[in-house]
Each structure stands twice: as C-alpha cells, then as structure tokens.
C-alpha cells in the first residue's frame, strides 16, 4: 500500500467537515463568559454594589426616556413645519378671495362700461349698436340665452378594483377640442363648458387628469353648451367627423355621449377682452377714399383649438 493511501487505522470522523458547527453546539457559551461565571460560582468574583445596580437602572431608565421622546418627536409635526404650513394655507384662501374679488370687480366694470357705451350710442345709430351687440356676442363678452344644444360627456365607469380607469377611457382635452370645433363649423353661436364660455383665444389643455379651460380646472362630466339652430348643428354634426368621434367614444371606450335639445341656454359672458394688436383691415383702407362705411366680422369659428395629445387609436386632431 502506497503511502498516500495514509495509515489504515486512521479512521476519519465523519463530520469532520462541520468542526465550526460542531464547537457551537457543544460549547454555545464564549470561554471567556464560561471562565467568569465559574469564577463568580466558586466566590472569587467581588459582589455587585448597590451604586454599581443603582447606575445600571438609571441608564436604562435614561435609554428609555430619551428613546420615547425621539419616538413622539418624529411621529408629531414639527412646530415650525406646522406654523409654516398654516401661513401657506392662509395665505392660499387670501389669495383666492382676492381672485374672487378682483373678478366680481371686472364683472361690474364691464357691466358699467356697456352701459357707458349703450347711452353714448342711444338710439341714434341703431345699425352699428346691433354691430356692437353682435361683436360682443361673437367675441364673448357679454352673456347670451336662446335655444341650442347640449352635450354631455363623462368619463366611462371603472370597473373590478381599478378605480382609476384607464387613461383611454376618461374624455380627453383632445375629446373637447374636436368637440368644440365642430360646434362652430356646425353654426353655433356661443359655447360654454361646466358654464366657463369659449372665445376665439380660448385654450383647453390637460393637467394630468383634469382637463383646463382657460385654467379653470374641469372635472367630469363636462357639459357642453351651443346656442344656436340644434336641428341643424346636430344634422351638421352628424355628417362631420366630430359625430364619428362621438360614437366611437361611446362604441369603444364606453364613454358616456348625452346629447339632448334645449329650448333656452344662458351663457355668461367673460368680460371685456385685453387687446395684444390691432390692424387696419385691407377693405377698410380701399373704402378710406370713397368714404363708404367697412364692416370687418371676427368669428371665434374661424381660430380652431389646438390639439395636444391624441388618443391611441382614435382621431386626436
């Protein structure tokens, strides 16, 4: 037998591998621990002092308390923190009165001021008062009823645990967009949505979930208001691509479509519009000679709302 075959009487254990393992459960105890409490069992160890415990229970009575107050520190807000919050809270509701004020003001202004103008004219020039009436309404200044149509879009209903809804299912700023500009395509005369009046430079945009009109903040259902012929805007409608949109809202993301005829809608208006740039119309200068009176009109049809973000699948203009 070779050497490396070691002595044949040298038989090896056979948790050999597992020594560390072993040592841990025969001895759990540290040497130096076992060494102590023998010592402290044969008398050899000095007796524990009263100062020595007394110590001992003060530090832990310390430990707690400061660890309890570090608890109920960081679980209540901040002095400063909650004095801060209800400065910006204040200052919050402040500023919206003051908003609300400001636009109760400019409301009684512009009332004013129609006044002012409606008396300078007096009955004089009953042609350009009935320009001026009609500019207002076409501008959106000044508030309009009549008979027209109102549709109503809301958001499709969630369904299982999902209370969110799929972003695809809720109306969109592009639904409204589409929407609108195939109300004054169709002839209508004004338009309203949630009562915030359209204009000409009206924007309707999205802030994550909600949608903005002018930033006014919109929530679902949105209703949509036109003054004008609803037998005709709906057959006009119908025959656009907006009616298409309509029903594949309602087909295939089950969003709810109520369209409904109305003898009489009020629509507010929104004041006196600010004036960024004026021009001399073409017409008017070639007539400036013949001394024959020019008619410029603005319509808010002829501005369409800009689209944002389409939605998959469908027709995001």
Known sequence: MSSRHGDAGDVRRLDASMTLITEFYRRPLDPGYALTAERRAAGLMPPRRRSGVASLVALGLVLGLGTTAAAIALRQPVGQASEARRVLESQITARGDEAAALQSEAVTLSDEISKLQAEVLGSSDDSLRAAMSAGAVEAGSAPVSGPGLRIVLSDAPSTGADTTGRSDQRVLDTDLQVLVNGLWAAGAEAIAINGERLTSMTAIRSAGSAVLVDLVPLSSPYTVEAIGDSV??????????????????????????????????????????????????????????????????????????AGSAGRAGGNGQ
């Not at 089950?254 to 005829?261: K, L, M, P």
């Not at 004036?275 to 020019?294: E, M, T």
Request: no cysteine.
């Open 232 to 305: 005709a805007i709906q057959t006009e409608l119908a025959r656009s691509s907006t009616g298409q949109l309509l029903a594949t809202l309602r087909a295939s993301y089950e969003i709810g479509v109520d369209t409904s005829s109305v003898r009489r809608l009020s629509l507010p208006g929104v004041g006196l519009t600010a004036l960024r740039y004026a021009a001399v119309p073409a017409d008017a200068q070639a007539l400036k000679s013949s001394g024959a009176p020019a008619t410029v009109t603005v319509s808010p049809r002829a501005s369409g709302v």
